[in-house]
């Protein structure tokens, strides 16, 4: 025999209806909705934590790790043009960039040059200056395996001596108003 949880009547053990006040005596299932709606909480709460903690400003030698892809920059060059067809304007430079991304996630990913975007001293933002790199591989776009690398150059052309450029990433250049992360040069 146990008690009923409402009016206190001895009921029998197995009764799931009290037979005197009619109340249902299990809370089984009240206890299981409740503990699932905290744990969905929970998830929801600690999921977008990853982003609140995650860095946005880097200098040109670190690599940063983003959802699983890691992005560095592992060489930039100043320069007027690699021949005659391909000269900067007068008082810019070509601004070349080798960039490379590894998928460490567990999905496959895209990539876009077009992701990536200069920033000046003056504070303008510019795409990638669109010329053939004869001796560059030039980064494209694509897809890339779970596991797998690339790496390419991106060139821009700038004003020549700025000391104010960065590199900044952007998941999506089209939709996003505010970048992921960026990169000082040196």
């Not at 009016?7 to 005596?25: F, G, H, L, M």
């Not at 299981?32 to 977008?48: E, K, N, Q, R, Y």
């Not at 940063?64 to 304007?89: C, D, H, L, P, R």
């Not at 010329?131 to 690339?150: C, N, P, Q, V, Y």
Request: with cysteine; glycine share 6%; net charge neutral.
């Amino acid at each position: 025999m146990k008690k009923c949880k409402y009016c206190q009547s001895e009921i029998d053990k197995k009764a799931k209806i009290c037979p005197n006040c009619k109340k249902k005596q299990s809370h089984k299932l009240k206890w299981i909705l409740l503990c699932l709606f905290i744990l969905i909480i929970i998830i929801a709460l600690s999921s977008g934590n990853d982003d609140q903690n995650f860095k946005k400003e880097y200098s040109q030698n670190e690599s940063v790790t983003y959802k699983n892809v890691k992005y560095s920059i592992t060489n930039v060059e100043k320069t007027k043009g690699s021949n005659e067809y391909f000269q900067a304007k007068d008082g810019y430079e070509y601004v070349k960039v080798n960039i490379k991304i590894e998928n460490n996630s567990d999905q496959k990913i895209s990539f876009n040059a077009l992701n990536f975007q200069m920033v000046n001293e003056d504070g303008v933002e510019a795409s990638i200056y669109d010329i053939t790199a004869e001796e560059d591989k030039l980064l494209s776009s694509g897809e890339l395996d779970a596991g797998g690398k690339t790496e390419g150059v991106i060139i821009w052309e700038q004003k020549q001596g700025d000391t104010g450029l960065k590199v900044r990433y952007y998941k999506n250049v089209l939709l996003d108003d505010d970048y992921t992360f960026e990169w000082t040069l040196n």
